[in-house]
């Protein structure tokens, strides 16, 4: 091969890109933000877990002369590999500028864009998938998007955005009869567009992409940049060639395995080998013995192939097919399906792999070749796989094919898989089983079983395989194959990955599934004439398709009498929404970067609590491009942040891991990194408390700790007739906003600084630069355009990152911009604060609760943060929607080694339901009654006071209740639920209702302020501005609603542009839900303000809006007016000797039902109905948005995320791969939401009520139900009664509380013998 060193030539948006020095560890994503400046598709993870990032690739098949389009990740894509081929970004299919495209325009219209930063992701994904089936199903539109993640919407506005283009869909679109009897959220203002889609609009396939095939495909390529090579070989002997000169070398196919070892892993290639173009890695043959797949042949085209076979041959030659084929339907998102290979999963030999139990319990055969020998071929059998992440399979070797076999008609085979999100997740564990029978016999012949997650490579349980041999496939068969599978699959309590017992009974349970599987389909095929299963049994291998998610959305229409442009109580679009689909939306780091900008990368400690010896950054400013570091030697002002009361940069000593130590300056974001990563610390550890229990052991709190109490609660528990004490968990929650924290600070004349961030308090931003830099307030300007979600996390987190911009901004005197990379950010942020609550109540024997003594401890980590107003609001809100007379509540913040927590959406509030609902399941458990009388017997009614003596004045709890009965069936349901459980013995269904009442106002009375600024030009339009953060809440629509109706002018004429501390001074954060209360108020007084001004020239008969504003400057009259509100009869209240925490109180109702898989713990929601009281709404698309939205948030909380710390302070879930949220797969099958009707808000504009935080809580009905359900399994061996349940209710907890006779097998090692994987905070 040629030494010269070729061009990267490839099409973007129709366009042709030459490279002429394209560097081989670039990525795709990198490329088209940063060079070609296409910033719509969005970097959020880096490893493929998101789908933030996706764009089209689309290539020329000249065997059949077609064109190819497929979806994939560019952050895991070498830019490399793209040669020849075109991407398509959603800059390149539609914008604001020229048209939009159908699928940019329907997420948006159908509000399925909130914060907007997964939505370029989205539409990618759509647009790939429809330009392969022009009219697919739902379910087809739902797995399609499996590997897109958004943490705003809760997924439900975009299915139904995109249901336009489904099979479902009716060709009269939105004017569907169907649709007639609810009401649609959908945008007024736009024209609805209606299928069928047509794709011979779009754009045309490069001409020479097609032309020139030849001169791109069959040419071997070499690019050669920073020390590392990419070849690109073409035919079979260059491949072996190069394999021989560079045996540890790296085949690149999809780049899913090499693309997270370089990135995360720290390793190093400098030899790539792209094998793409080579014919034999690429080919699919029928053979004798089953299918032969070239390794390089992609997942997506084996599903579509072994899919095909399956169609066209009989059952029974197919078993091991199917198998692969249900396996891969959990598999990764879409878009690593497209990318990632066979071969690169056998290779890589994960000790998870989903393909190679199955792989190696069929006994699937390998063909290898390399230099000088002739090809050879080996079984994938028990000693392939060598050790951890190594095979039989030598370094100068190549991978050619993989036989997958045919079965024959005694031969019966079975995958399994379970992870904690069943889609697109990797697995705990997971099985490829195979039993083969003497002809027509029930007698073993052969077993195979092979196991992942259980060693550290694939392995098979040989004892038992051998010992069964001979055996006869009966019900005695189960109890032998679990005593010998314990003797098989040992692991240590310790083991990496942790929940051990759990994984050893997944592996006794998947065969029992087996052997229920292969026993029905014996006795259908009459070689057994018994059926020896029972009816109720058969739920362990039943899977029920429950369809895709539908549901209904209902909320009031406004009254006839509301002309029509006022925009109040209208559905309309978020402001940004079609900004945000065509990737027109800027964000921090999609801005252009200034002239000499530099990047700046955080340093940080790797350990929990320990003094600093050394740091030696000789080895990173040795790398070319860095310009240097800082740390509180470069602070000219204060190291310490007030807000937060906790140091910018460690000076001696480090408290915990992802303390700030210093920054590396560099002049691309990958140099700093890298350079970061290179320096050396030198610690000396000290003693480290991490978790709530080590903190009480060792007294260690933040201050002292705060109590209320009313009544007299030891009284109260000598007059009830029963009294319980119980403890229980919550865990920590990670915000996982897509956008990470990101600041880029410029500096100006005379030391002023200017700062744009991502930040949820650019008040606080601007007065921490400040105090940072030594500078009065007045120089450091900080804008906020928007976020790209926040939810809490970026109230007080976002200040370091700015000022380690700015730090280095003042240092270097030059631009800096710090946007942090997924894992730094999770590592350097703090989470939701996980709980421990003792409590002890005292009740009567119908349930009513006289008295609650609770004991609320919380992580609060190594600084106070925000830790006090948290601690406050569980507190002040752990009475729910619940009257207790005699009520003492204290609070512990406890300090430990790990990074501060923080606010997070409904911060303390969703603890404090957590802990009261537990309370009241544990008495009705007590009681055995029916769950909804107990808590309708506490309900609070008007007229009571809290247990912080507010009076509850206008009380909607008990319409919510109601309606939510009412909507949900809930006692019909309830009966099919118990039908459905005495039918079923190895699923179960449990089924849960709860109210919600929830405090509206910042605990900190002077917060609740609010200032606008509104200025109408003499062109009549109007530029608002307000103190709140736009973070996908829409609440700038919302805003621009307010002065439309204030201003009776046509929202159209609005505008916001940004918030920023120079225009509306001395704002509070946006959070507490209250930013529309409080700036709606401010924005209505200016606006009311300004039309009073223009009162005089209204009266000219036929005169416009643009008139009179002519005419008011005319007569020079201000047309720029301020409005500043602050929240009324907040505090003490003398007249009635109470309290007002709060301004008022919002309500709801939350019903779930949910099924539990009670072998592996996998469940499911098949329906959500919520009832929710937000006054007269404002904008009900946007209610309703937060709603869903907030409820899959809360939904993650409880039952899928498991933030994970390892005893020595590691954070193990830095990212989507291993902390997972809620994707499209989780949303309830049946999900209705309607707002509480006639209840009017006098407390807030137009009377509408806050919305943000309180639907998360309604979240918990999902953990009740699946309670219930694990109770009913419980019932089934006689274990009656409360149990403990701590959040998240993960799939190994569901499980193990099942408990029956696999769960008894494995008893939970004792504590303190052994180190645990990861610990509880
Ligand atoms: C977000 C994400 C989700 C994932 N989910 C799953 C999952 O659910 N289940 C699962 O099992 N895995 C999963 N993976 C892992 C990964 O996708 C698979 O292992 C994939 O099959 C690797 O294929 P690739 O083409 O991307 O490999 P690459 O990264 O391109 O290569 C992987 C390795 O294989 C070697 N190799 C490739 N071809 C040959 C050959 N012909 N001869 C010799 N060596 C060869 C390469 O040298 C390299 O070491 C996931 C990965 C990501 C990033
Ligand atoms: S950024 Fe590419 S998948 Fe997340
Ligand atoms: S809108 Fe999807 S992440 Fe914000």
Known sequence: M?????????????????????????????????????????????????????????????????????????????????????VTTTEGIGSLRTRLHPVQEQIAKHHGSQCGFCTPGMVMSMYALLRNNTQPSMIEIEKYLEGNLCRCTGYRPILEGYRTFSKESCAMGDNCCKNQTENKLKDEKKENYSPPYDPTQEPIFPPDLKANYSAYNNKSLLFENNGVRWYRPVTLTELIELKHQYPHSKIIIGNTEVGIETRYKKMKYHVLIHTCNIRELNNITYTDDGIKIGSSVTLSQVEVVLQQAIHNSSDEICRVFKAVVEMLKWFAGKQIRNAACIGGNIMTASPISDLNPIFQACTAVLEVVSKGNSMRKMTLDGNFFQGYRQTIIQPTEVLLSLTIPYTNKNEYFEGYKQAIRKDDDIAIVNAGMRVVFEPESDVIKELHLSYGGMAPTTVMAKNTMQKLVGRKWENNLVPAACQYLEEDLPLDPGAPGGIVEYRKTLTTSFFFKFYLTVTQQLYNKGITQENTIPRSHLSAIETRELGPSKGSQVYELVGAAQKDDNPIGRPVVHSSAYQHATGEAVFVDDMLTLKGELFVSPVYSSRPHATLINVDTSAALQIPGVKGYICYKDVPGSNHIDISDEQLFAVEEVTCVGCLIGAVVATSAPIAREASRSIKIDYKDLPAILTI?????????????????????????????????????????????????????????????????????????????????????????????????????????????????????????????????????????????????????????????????????????????????????????????????????????????????????????????FIIETVLQHVIDQLGVEPTKVRELNFY????????????????????????????????????????????????????????????????????????????????????????????????????????????????????????????????????????????????????????????????????????????????????????????????????????????????????????????????????????????????????????????????????????????????????GNYKIPAISNIPKQFNVSLLKGKPNDRAVYSSKAIGEPPLLLSVSVFLATKSAIMAARHETGRRGYFRLDSPATPDKIRMQCQDEFTKQFPVAEEGTYTPWFIKL
């Open 693 to 913: 229990e080590d903190a009480i052991e060792n007294n260690s709190y933040l201050s002292k700790s705060p109590v209320y109490h009313s009544g007299d609660v030891n009284k109260g528990f000598e007059e009830c007739e029963q009294v319980l004490e119980g403890e229980v968990y919550m865990g920590a929650q990670e915000h996982f906003y897509l956008e990470t924290q990101s600041s880029i600070a410029v500096p100006k004349e005379r030391d002023e600084m200017d700062l744009f961030s991502a930040g949820q308090f650019p008040g606080g931003i601007q007065e921490s630069v400040a105090k940072t830099l030594d500078i009065p307030f007045n120089k450091v300007k900080c804008v906020v355009k928007r976020l790209g979600g926040g939810f809490g996390g970026k109230e007080v987190q976002s200040i370091p990152t700015a000022l380690m911009a700015a730090v280095a901004a003042k240092k270097y005197n030059l631009p800096m911009r710090c946007c942090l990379e997924r894992d730094d950010d999770i590592v350097m942020t703090g989470t939701r604060h996980p709980i421990t609550a003792k409590y002890k109540v005292g009740f009567s024997s119908e349930g009513r609760i006289s008295s609650l003594d609770l004991n609320i401890y919380a992580n609060c980590g190594n600084a106070p943060d925000v830790s006090y107003a948290i601690m406050g609001a569980i507190l002040i809100k752990c009475d729910n929607a619940y009257k207790i007379p005699n009520f003492r509540v204290t609070g512990h913040l406890c300090k430990t080694n790990i990074r501060s927590n923080t606010a997070m959406r409904a911060a303390g509030s969703i603890q404090a339901m």
């Open 941 to 1216: 009614k008007v007229g009571d006071r809290t247990h912080v003596n507010q009076i509850i004045k206008d009380c909607n709890i008990q319409s919510c209740w109601e309606e939510c009965l009412n909507h949900s069936d809930y006692y019909n349901r309830k009966t099919q639920v118990h039908q459905f459980n005495r039918d079923n013995r190895w699923r179960k269904r449990g089924i849960s209702i709860v109210p919600l009442k929830y405090g509206i106002s910042f605990e900190v009375i002077q917060l609740n302020q609010a200032g606008a600024l509104v200025n109408i030009y003499t062109d009549g339009s109007v530029l608002i501005s307000h103190g709140g953060v736009e973070m996908g809440q829409g609440l700038h629509i919302k805003m621009i609603q307010v002065a439309s109706a204030s201003l009776g002018i046509s929202s159209d004429r609005i505008h916001i542009s940004e918030s920023s501390t120079n225009i509306v001074p001395n704002a509070p954060p946006s959070a507490a839900s209250v930013s529309s209360d409080l700036n709606g108020m401010a924005i209505k007084i200016a606006c009311e303000t300004l039309s009073k001004r223009l009162e005089p020239y209204k009266n000219e008969k036929g005169s416009s809006w643009n008139d009179w504003v002519k005419k008011a400057y005319e007569d020079r009259v201000s047309l720029s007016a301020t409005g500043f509100y602050k929240a009324p009869d907040l505090g003490p209240d003398p007249a009635t000797n109470s309290e007002n925490k709060f301004m008022y109180y919002t309500y709801g109702a939350g019903c779930s039902e949910v099924e539990v898989d009670c072998l592996t713990g996998d469940h499911t929601v098949i329906r959500t109905d919520i009832v929710f009281d937000v006054g007269t709404s404002l904008n009900p698309a946007i209610d309703i948005g937060q709603i869903e939205g907030a409820f899959m948030m809360g939904y993650g909380l409880y039952m899928l995320e498991n933030f994970k710390i390892s005893p020595n302070g590691k954070v193990l879930t830095q990212g989507p």
């Open 2 to 86: 040629e030494a010269k060193t070729d061009f990267l030539i490839f099409f973007v948006n129709g366009e042709k890109v030459i490279e002429k020095e394209p560097d081989p560890t670039c990525t795709l994503l990198h490329y088209l933000r940063s060079k070609l400046h296409l910033t719509g598709s969005k970097n959020v993870c880096g490893e493929g877990g998101c789908g933030a990032c996706t764009v089209m690739i689309s290539k020329y098949d000249d065997e059949n002369n077609s064109i190819l389009h497929y979806s994939v990740n560019a952050c895991l894509t070498p830019v490399c590999s793209v040669h020849g081929l075109a």
